[in-house]
């Protein structure tokens, strides 16, 4: 069975990896199982874990044990009905004269996510962020726990030079967004430094993206020189 | 109207976290879990709707329309007729997914490094003053990363070979920019987020 597993994915690997040289059937059958395979994955994980998992164990609750062997009694959850049946009517969409009706769960997602955004990217995208950005730049006071003297404990230059480069480059970051204002005289060449500091983190962001492709691309080819043709021991 | 409201508890239970807040977030927060299933239910079924009328009305690459049914079942038939083990080792599932859907999906991103080298090829080009800091941002990084960036610098001294300039470029500039781009996401979200809930924004339902 292993053997013809190892024989299976390097025919689907060399399918996909075809590509290179141009579309071709081989690529196309390969892609078509992925997104058969994708769509399945995800259709039995999604009930397993959220159907079965969140409304079914919630409504039909089973039954469970404490340590002296007593049934420990669940109360159903009657309110899960209402996220199934708004999960039902989300299902509407694939018969377009009923469409209409999956605008009710559409409404409840997107207020949802709506909601929970406001929040979660408030608190750790804006808050944390601008809270890690104010910071002391050449150093901080200290008490020694001995003495209790206060001292100024004073950083390397490497850390305050640093720290220096975040509080600018996120400040004129942050100009350089700001389109409410024209970027002209002072106010323009700050947003020209912001610039800057972006083209520089889409560089190291492509350069770490290159990289982690790339290091996919060696684990395949790991698999097929070293697990399937035995060439690299 | 269910927008708003569900927007709105979402939002009144961080600072109000107590009842009944903290059960309509509960309540709301399970039936996002159970929606978000059938969400992505509903794509696979159109898919395999789609697939299927591509099959009956023998349209072009009704072929390969046939093999995405195909695979989907593969899957699907041993995933619900495994139980709650499903994902067990050496059921039919788990055999599908680490010698199927892992070799598939990590090719398919793997091949991603050559586009991305075709096009960082017409993009690197050092124009100008912008371009050209992103040339060097993402020469470091790469070369950083990797042993051959060391072995080019060996002669340096420790704290300034390529893979300490790279940590350097990721940690400081990077990071900078990387935080005024989060802060920029994230006004954006927060005011798409209450436009959304106060009603402003409705395209998602069909209006203006």
């Known amino acids: 069975m292993e053997h013809i597993a190892v024989w299976v994915a390097a025919f689907l690997t060399l399918g996909i990896v075809s590509f290179l040289y141009k579309d071709n059937p081989w690529y196309k059958l390969s892609e078509s199982i992925f997104v058969g395979i994708s769509a399945g994955y995800w259709f039995v994980v999604l009930f397993w874990d959220n159907v079965h998992g969140k409304f079914w164990t919630g409504v039909f609750p089973p039954e469970e044990y404490d340590a002296a062997g007593n049934v420990i009694t669940k109360d159903p959850d009657w309110m899960l009905w209402i996220g199934a049946l708004l999960g039902i009517l989300m299902l509407a969409r694939l018969v377009p004269k009923f469409g209409w009706i999956s605008r009710w769960p559409l409404a409840f997602i997107v207020g949802s996510t709506a909601g929970l955004y406001l929040i979660n990217y408030f608190s750790s995208n804006m808050m944390r962020q601008v809270q890690g950005t104010i910071m002391p730049l050449f150093g901080m006071w200290q008490t020694d726990p001995a003495t209790g003297e206060v001292m100024f404990q004073a950083f390397s230059t490497y850390d305050v030079v640093g720290n220096l480069v975040i509080l600018i480059g996120t400040f004129t970051g942050l100009v350089y967004f700001f389109f409410s204002k024209e970027h002209r005289g002072v106010f323009g060449a700050t947003a020209k430094v912001g610039i800057f500091f972006l083209m520089i983190t889409f560089g190291a962001s492509f350069g770490y993206t290159v990289m982690s492709r790339m290091s996919l691309l060696i684990g395949r080819v790991d698999f097929l020189f070293g697990t399937w043709l035995g060439l690299i021991k | ?208």
């Open chain 2, 1 to 208: 109207m269910i927008t708003g409201i569900v927007g709105a508890v979402f939002v009144l239970q961080y600072f109000i976290p107590h009842w009944p807040f903290s059960k309509m977030n509960a309540w709301f927060s399970d039936w996002f879990s159970i929606v978000a299933a059938f969400a992505i239910w509903l794509g696979a079924l159109n898919l395999m709707k789609i697939s299927a009328q591509k099959v009956v009305g023998r349209k072009e690459d009704w072929g390969y329309a046939l093999v995405i049914i195909f695979s989907f079942l593969l899957i699907v038939i041993p995933g619900f007729a495994g139980g709650q083990g499903y994902r067990e080792a050496g059921t039919f599932f788990s055999w599908l997914y680490e010698w199927a859907y892992t070799p598939l999906s990590s090719t398919m991103f793997a091949i991603l490094a050559f586009f991305v080298a075709s096009a960082s090829y017409r993009a690197f080009r050092a124009r100008n003053l912008e371009a050209s800091l992103l040339l060097i941002a993402a020469f470091f990084v790469m070369l950083g990363r990797v042993p051959v960036g060391d072995i080019l610098t060996g002669f340096m001294p420790v704290g300034w070979r390529l893979s300490d300039l790279a940590s350097w470029v990721m940690n400081y500039p990077q990071a900078a920019g990387q935080r005024a781009i989060m802060i920029g996401i994230a006004l954006g979200l927060v005011s798409t987020s209450l436009r959304i809930i106060l009603g402003i924004e409705r395209s998602h339902l069909g209006g203006e």
